[in-house]
T-cell receptor, first 114, second 112 residues
Framework: NAGVTQTPKFRVLKTGQSMTLLCAQD?????MYWYRQDPGMGLRLIHY???????AKGEVPDGYNVSRLKKQNFLLGLESAAPSQTSVYFC?????????????FGPGTRLTVL | DAKTTQPTSMDCAEGRAANLPCNHS???????VYWYRQIHSQGPQYIIH???NNETNEMASLIITEDRKSSTLILPHATLRDTAVYYC?????????????FGDGTTLTVKP
């Protein structure tokens, strides 16, 4: 099993450009999450999905959109990138939403917006 | 979810036990204590979790006080590769695991 993978690993954007980050998991997990982590800080939840075709807002959803068309994939979109969105983005998944389930994280995508 | 308090940083000598404390004085009776760690530039990694009994796995031991207001993660023989930020999280069953808050954690530095 590859676990949770993220594409791309690095990206540099100019202000106003758009892009999509892809998260894929091969563990048949129901729940998937997108977080951002700014330097020296903890993780903040952007959006999450409790199953195929469903998404919900997290703590910091503004400026981002998501889609979960297939169970194994969770896409994070930036329609008009801003310098404030420079961060490391982590995707995670869990078997279900139960507190008993550990989260599996991807390796991260490092995004710089100039 | 209950709030947790951890020291900002700790040092440990290689080969010695690393004891990382976490205070969760407002923990509810049904909330579990989870530990994750994040090695530099990588995604967080699950370590261990427990309710009230002490727990041990291949990575670490978790000691929870009888009143459950604090806990200690123990890495029995720390190596240089254990240098990381360690997060203590408290959450209740049947709550969305992804909505738990990862705070600032404890930066553990293992020194040769």
């Amino acid at each position: 099993n590859a676990g949770v993978t993220q594409t791309p690993k690095f990206r540099v954007l100019k202000t106003g450009q758009s892009m999509t980050l892809l998260c894929a998991q091969d563990m048949n997990h129901e729940y998937m999450y997108w977080y951002r982590q700014d330097p020296g800080m903890g993780l903040r939840l952007i959006h999450y999905s409790v199953g195929e075709g469903t998404t919900a807002k997290g703590e910091v959803p503004d400026g981002y959109n998501v889609s979960r068309l297939k169970k194994q994939n969770f896409l994070l979109g930036l329609e008009s990138a801003a310098p404030s969105q420079t961060s490391v983005y982590f995707c995670a998944s869990t078997l279900s939403g139960s507190s008993y389930n550990e989260q599996f994280f991807g390796p991260g995508t490092r995004l710089t917006v100039l | 979810d209950a709030k947790t308090t951890q020291p900002t940083s700790m040092d440990c000598a290689e080969g010695r036990a690393a004891n990382l404390p976490c205070n969760h004085s407002t923990i509810s009776g049904n909330e579990y204590v989870y530990w994750y760690r994040q090695i530099h530039s990588q995604g967080p990694q699950y370590i261990i979790h427990g309710l009230k009994n002490n727990e041990t796995n291949e990575m670490a031991s978790l000691i929870i006080t009888e009143d459950r207001k604090s806990s200690t993660l123990i890495l029995p023989h720390a190596t240089l590769r254990d240098t990381a930020v360690y997060y203590c999280i408290v959450r209740a069953p049947n709550t969305n695991a992804g909505k738990s808050t990862f705070g600032d954690g404890t930066t553990l530095t293992v020194k040769p």
